[in-house]
């Protein structure tokens, strides 16, 4: 059998939904308790019922609401922290923050996975201009070193919040790039309407902190935690048509990987 039942109680403007059919639990269930209640307030934030800055009612309350052990209930809270969801601080209780882009490793674009989220990508163009290829570039292409390619530097964000800072080298003669494209579209995207068929990429995920400009760029603290990512693409012949570096704000992005067993 299910009960549904008050979970929280929201303050401020944003939160103008009723909160009271947020959680249905079913104790029947295998499922256990915890992760049904963080599963569905998982869903409500990223739903918009629960809209960034609701504060959330203490745990004890939280587990007398929903009929279940404060342990239960800590738990679930802190599947909720985990993910970036919410955040607790002393002395101004629980808060829902913005929901991270979550992207699957898949070969997309950013803009692309972005948009089929209804994350509302815009793009800003720090610099598009055709260098010599340094050493590094030329081995992740393929190409003599002092080859001209194309460099592209952009920032990219989703609901006005920046979210990744990514430079992108393609070989020069691959195609020509307009700025007003990039701004517009994804990198992907031109790249198969220029007629190349894309087919693998190897890619290399890692984290550090921040440099100072990296920080104001992407309206972090100083020093703040940066995904980052190393991606070359290849046509379906097998070369290399782009080679990228990007950075992601930690706090508001995460990769999805999906495992299968052997």
Do not use: W
Not at 37 to 59: F, H, I, Y
Not at 69 to 86: C, H, N, Q, W, Y
Not at 91 to 110: A, D, F, H, K, N
Not at 225 to 254: C, F, N, Q
């Amino acid at each position: 059998m299910s009960t549904v039942t008050t979970i929280a109680t929201a303050h401020g403007p944003a939160a103008t939904d009723s909160l009271a059919d947020l959680v249905v639990l079913d104790k029947a269930s295998p499922v256990p308790l915890y992760f049904q209640v963080a599963q569905q307030l998982e869903a409500a934030v990223e739903g918009g019922k629960l809209p960034p800055g609701t504060r959330l009612d203490n745990e004890i309350e939280l587990a007398d609401q929903l009929g279940v052990s404060r342990p239960t209930m800590r738990r679930a809270m802190e599947f909720l922290v985990d993910k970036g969801l919410i955040v607790r601080r002393r002395g101004v209780g629980t808060r829902v923050v913005q929901s991270r882009v979550r992207r699957p490793l898949e070969l997309t674009s950013l803009y692309d996975d972005l948009k089929n989220a209804g994350q509302e990508p815009t793009t800003t163009v720090l610099s598009n201009t055709i260098e010599p290829a340094t050493a590094a570039v030329a081995e992740a292409l393929g190409l003599a070193e002092g080859t001209p390619v194309a460099v592209v530097v952009r920032l990219r964000s989703a609901r006005n919040q920046p979210l990744a800072r990514m430079c992108n080298y393609l070989p020069a003669a691959l195609l020509e790039i307009s700025t007003e494209a990039l701004e517009s579209q994804g990198l992907y995207q031109l790249i198969r309407a220029a007629g190349v068929r894309l087919h693998a990429a190897t890619q290399v995920i890692g984290a550090r902190n921040a440099t100072a400009a990296e920080a104001r760029l992407l309206e972090e603290s100083r020093g703040a935690a940066v995904l980052t990512m190393e991606r070359v693409a290849y046509d379906d012949h097998g070369t290399p048509v782009e080679y990228g570096t990007h950075i992601y704000a930690a706090t508001r992005y995460s990769f999805q990987l999906s495992l299968l067993t052997g």
